[in-house]
Nanobody, 126 residues
Framework: QTPLVESGGGLVQAGGSLKLSCAAS????????MGWFRQAPGKEREFVAA????????SYADSVKGRFFISRDNAKNTVYLQMNSLKPGDTAVYYC???????????????????WGQGTQVTVSS
């Protein structure tokens, strides 16, 4: 059973908003950097956003900067991705991931993440 479970995906019109959640269970991820990645059909998995273990540092892909916002609540063992001004190009399966990093380092490549959720579908209609 995966320790990371995403929720909040769905169908939304262009310009709309969605908030994804990633809940961790079975272990604590407070010493982990957390990231969001996405994968559209026929494309490679790409970085979306990441946050350091205490939330002090965030990083975003250029394509989502200013529209998406990542946050975390370590008391709830949960990380969030607020997505605003959604575009059809944002359509993809969104994955939550965890990388052991009790520092302010924020990994941005999939290979740096050891734990993955099963993904949640986000579809943006035009």
């Amino acid at each position: 059973q995966t320790p990371l479970v995403e929720s909040g995906g769905g169908l939304v019109q262009a310009g709309g908003s969605l908030k994804l959640s990633c809940a961790a269970s079975g272990r604590t991820f407070s010493s982990y950097a957390m990231g969001w990645f996405r994968q559209a059909p026929g494309k490679e998995r790409e970085f979306v956003a990441a946050i350091s273990w205490r939330g002090a540092i965030t990083s975003y892909a250029d394509s989502v900067k200013g529209r998406f916002f990542i946050s975390r609540d370590n008391a709830k063992n949960t990380v969030y991705l607020q997505m605003n001004s959604l575009k059809p190009g944002d359509t993809a399966v969104y994955y939550c991931a965890a990388s052991y990093s009790p520092t302010n380092r924020v990994p941005t490549t999939p290979g740096e993440y050891a734990w993955w959720g099963q993904g949640t579908q986000v579809t943006v209609s035009s």
